[in-house]
């Protein structure tokens, strides 16, 4: 595993191209479009992290995929530059810190709101107002369901959660029930 430090390296590396090129999102796209790939083809990532695999066969099959993705020059660049450096494991936490990075450039914040059912449109963007008025930035709303929840939703912002459910409220509302004195 890559340091954290190192992966925050290699991250503000193609950042400060992204901002000379003007292409930060671009960029974040393709690590993050890499990323899916790698994830939805094992035997992909484990030919490009294993080293019984030599350096001229991973270059090779890492040339196959990348026409298929339509990534920027820049991002194919960084991909055989990760490769060399036999850094192309922490590709995730590459592209983690890397989105966090430009988030923080551009005044976003990723949320995550978990609800009972699908959020419709207009309700996804109440809530991204919401979330936007409460944070002070830009949302970037991922909405999940779980039934579980029964109604309500529940909001995690960096770090924090809003847990305005219905299964919560109820379970506060059997503990104040079961041991008033606790209330």
Do not use: C
């Amino acid at each position: 595993m890559v340091e954290g430090s190192l992966a925050r390296r290699y991250a503000k590396a193609l950042l400060e191209i992204g901002r000379e090129e003007g292409q930060v999102d671009r960029f974040g796209d393709d690590l993050q479009r890499f990323g899916r790939l790698l994830d939805g083809t094992p035997e992909l990532r484990n030919v490009m992290s294993n080293p019984v695999f030599t350096h001229t066969e991973r270059r090779a099959v890492l040339d196959r995929f990348i026409p298929g993705l339509a990534l920027h020059p820049h991002s194919i660049n960084f991909l055989r530059l990760l490769l060399d450096k036999e850094r192309f494991a922490a590709l995730p936490e590459i592209a983690r810190e890397y989105r966090a990075l430009a988030d923080l450039e551009a005044g976003r914040v990723r949320a995550t709101v978990t609800t009972a059912a699908e959020l419709s449109p207009t309700m996804r963007e109440a809530v991204t107002r919401a979330l936007a008025q409460t944070t002070g930035k830009k949302v970037v709303l991922e909405s999940r369901v779980d039934p579980s929840l029964l109604g309500g939703l529940v909001a995690q912002v960096s770090g924090r959660v809003y847990d305005a459910s219905l299964r919560t409220r109820l379970e506060r509302l059997q503990l104040t029930l079961v041991n008033p004195s606790q209330a």
